[in-house]
T-cell receptor
Framework: SQTIHQWPATLVQPVGSPLSLECTVE??????LYWYRQAAGRGLQLLFY??????ISSEVPQNLSASRPQDRQFILSSKKLLLSDSGFYLC????????????FGPGTRLTVL | AQSVTQLGSHVSVSEGALVLLRCNYS??????LFWYVQYPNQGLQLLLK??????LVKGINGFEAEFKKSETSFHLTKPSAHMSDAAEYFC??????????FGGGTRLMVKP
């Protein structure tokens, strides 16, 4: 069976500090990977997606970046956090192919103070 | 382009009452539609999906949804609400880029 992990579960960071959120998937290979953000009172915003190692597509220009150093690892980073980066960050994966749904991780709650 | 509209950001029902969460979509390609549920501080869990087979789709926890092409709708229903159904529900459509476009979500509250 497949499992998706995210860590940390919660994070409180000062403005201007760096960020690294990690997402790993177990039990599958070559998944498509996604980073979403939920800001308070808002829906899901797709930030990045990846169809393979080193292949990152950005949906929204911002001070965040993503990397995929290994097939089942997806990292969300920032060099300097802004207050507006606070939110709930969700990682998701799906099989290749057109029909398949996305499976979501448990999320990381980020508060920037 | 694809888009999803969920009418009603908050819906309140009494325990045992019918649950109806509305979702309308627009899609330039044959739509594949999904309903997800999110409990507080958790990720999204798939409730059900429509991928061009039967138009009435049954999901987990007693939920079902009916795809109506003429109305471009995919409303989610449950005959009898339970307290544990209180959560946020998201409708999504697969877009031409093979990604999901989500609606804004509907928070369901269940009163005892």
């Amino acid at each position: 069976s497949q499992t998706i992990h995210q860590w940390p579960a919660t994070l409180v960071q000062p403005v201007g500090s760096p960020l690294s959120l990690e997402c790993t998937v177990e039990g599958t290979s070559n998944p498509n990977l996604y980073w979403y953000r939920q800001a308070a009172g808002r829906g899901l915003q797709l930030l990045f997606y990846s169809v393979g190692i080193g292949q990152i597509s950005s949906e929204v220009p911002q001070n965040l970046s993503a990397s995929r150093p290994q097939d089942r690892q997806f990292i969300l980073s920032s060099k300097k956090l802004l207050l507006s980066d606070s939110g709930f960050y969700l990682c998701a994966w799906k099989y290749e192919g057109y029909y398949n749904e996305q499976f979501f991780g448990p999320g990381t709650r980020l508060t920037v103070l | 382009a694809q888009s999803v509209t969920q009418l009603g950001s908050h819906v309140s029902v009494s325990e045992g009452a019918l649950v109806l969460l509305r979702c309308n979509y627009s899609s330039s390609v044959p739509p594949y539609l999904f309903w997800y549920v999110q409990y507080p501080n958790q990720g999204l869990q798939l409730l059900l999906k429509y991928t061009s087979a039967a138009t009435l789709v049954k999901g987990i926890n007693g939920f079902e949804a009916e795809f109506k092409k003429s109305e471009t709708s995919f409303h989610l229903t449950k005959p009898s609400a339970h307290m544990s159904d209180a959560a946020e529900y998201f409708c999504a459509v697969r877009n031409a880029g093979n990604m999901l476009t989500f609606g804004g979500g509907t928070r369901l509250m269940v009163k005892p």
